[in-house]
C-alpha cells in the first residue's frame, strides 16, 4: 500500500520535551499538508508545502512549531518545549496540487505528561 | 470567515438515502467544495468534491446550490459502514462535522 505514512502513531513526552513527527506522502504528490485534532473538533490546518516550500502557515502555527520537507519527499513536524495543549492528533495529509483531493495518514497522537 | 455549516448528527436507517447538507454562504468564486468522512483513530477519507456542477463517484452524489452557497452530499443507501463524522471542507477549513449514525 502506498498510502501516507506517519510515524510514530502514538507518542507520549513529559512537558518541556521536543518531539519530531515524521510524514512520507504518497510519492507523485506535491502537496503535503499538516493538521491538528483535538478530542470532538474537526482537524485545524496548520501548514502546507508544494514540493519543498513552505508556502502557507495558519496562526496556530507557534514559534515552538516548525515544519521541513527536504527535497519535497517526506517532511517532518517538530514541536519544541512541549505544553499540555499540545496534545493531540498530528494528521498528514497529500495532494497532486491545489483543489485535489487531500490523502490522509492515520496520525501521530501526543499526550503530554 | 472560510467556515462551513453542518448539522451537528443525523441519523439514518440502512438501505435508505442520505442527505447531508452544507452551507457556506461566504464562498469565492475559485474554492472547491470537498467533503471527507472519519471513523474513530483513523485520518480523514475523501469522498467527493466539486466546483459547480454536480458529481457523481462509486461513493456519494454531490449536489451543489446554483449560487453555491450550499451543498448536500448523498448516500443513495446507507450502510452500517457509512457511519462516521462528514466534513464538508472550503479552503482547507474544517468544521465540527456532522456524525451520521446507521441503525440497521
Known amino acids: 500500500d502506498t498510502g501516507v505514512s506517519q510515524n510514530p502513531r502514538h507518542k507520549i513526552t513529559k512537558r518541556g520535551q521536543n518531539v519530531t513527527f515524521r510524514c512520507d506522502p504518497i510519492s507523485e504528490h506535491n502537496r503535503l499538508y499538516w493538521y491538528r485534532q483535538t478530542l470532538g473538533q474537526g482537524p485545524e490546518f496548520l501548514t502546507y508545502f508544494q514540493n519543498e516550500a513552505q508556502l502557507e502557515k495558519s496562526r496556530l502555527l507557534s514559534d515552538r512549531f516548525s515544519a521541513e520537507r527536504p527535497k519535497g519527499s517526506f517532511s517532518t513536524l517538530e514541536i519544541q518545549r512541549t505544553e499540555q495543549g499540545d496534545s493531540a492528533m498530528y494528521l498528514c495529509?497529500?495532494?497532486?496540487?491545489?483543489?485535489?483531493?487531500?490523502?490522509f495518514g492515520d496520525g501521530t497522537r501526543l499526550s503530554i505528561l | 470567515d472560510a467556515k462551513t455549516t453542518q448539522p451537528n448528527s443525523m441519523e439514518s436507517n440502512e438501505e435508505e438515502p442520505v442527505h447531508l447538507p452544507c452551507n457556506h454562504s461566504?464562498?469565492?468564486?475559485?474554492?472547491?467544495i470537498h467533503w471527507y468522512r472519519q471513523l474513530p483513530s483513523q485520518g480523514p477519507e475523501y469522498v467527493i468534491h466539486?466546483?459547480?456542477s454536480n458529481v457523481n463517484n462509486r461513493m456519494a452524489s454531490l449536489a451543489i446550490a446554483e449560487d453555491r452557497k450550499s451543498s448536500t452530499l448523498i448516500l443513495h443507501r446507507a450502510t452500517l459502514r457509512d457511519a462516521a463524522v462528514y466534513y464538508c471542507i472550503r479552503a482547507l477549513i474544517f468544521g465540527k462535522g456532522t456524525t451520521l449514525s446507521v441503525s440497521s
Open positions: 495529509a497529500s495532494s497532486f496540487y491545489s483543489n485535489q483531493p487531500q490523502h
Open positions: 466539486g466546483l459547480t
Open positions: 461566504t464562498i469565492s468564486g475559485t474554492d472547491y
